[in-house]
Nanobody, 121 residues
């Protein structure tokens, strides 16, 4: 069974930093795009950042210049370094990955369970 396990969320003061990690496990043959989305109360889920297997990145406008996404292909793990955090970054952050697994044809989208990030003084 494929799992995406997130870690690194928590409470941080404005201007602070956090690093999120998401490790994919299971019968994974290949990982395509991996990324992070977030959802704040009363708002739609939005893209934070994603990264291709070759390192191509894409960022949401509100986090450009503050967040950095990276990945370790050998470990099927994606990271999100978040700097200069603002109260409006408060949300549940979800890991997403397009994975080719042994039991399914082609790539399938998988989601993590979410990790809470709260930015508050």
């Amino acid at each position: 069974q494929v799992q995406l396990v997130e870690s690194g969320g928590g409470l941080v003061q404005p201007g602070g930093s956090l690093r999120l990690s998401c490790a994919a496990s299971g019968s994974i043959l290949s990982a395509n795009v991996m990324g992070w989305y977030r959802q704040a109360p009363g708002k739609q889920r939005e893209l934070v950042a994603d990264i291709t297997s070759r390192g191509g990145t894409r960022y949401g406008d509100s986090v450009k210049g503050r967040f950095t996404i990276s990945r370790d292909n050998a470990k099927n793990t994606v990271y999100l370094e978040m700097n200069n955090l603002k109260p409006e970054d408060t949300a549940v952050y979800y890991c997403n990955a397009a994975l080719w697994v042994a039991t399914m044809p082609g790539f399938t989208d998988y989601w993590g369970q979410g990790t809470q990030v709260t930015v508050s003084s």
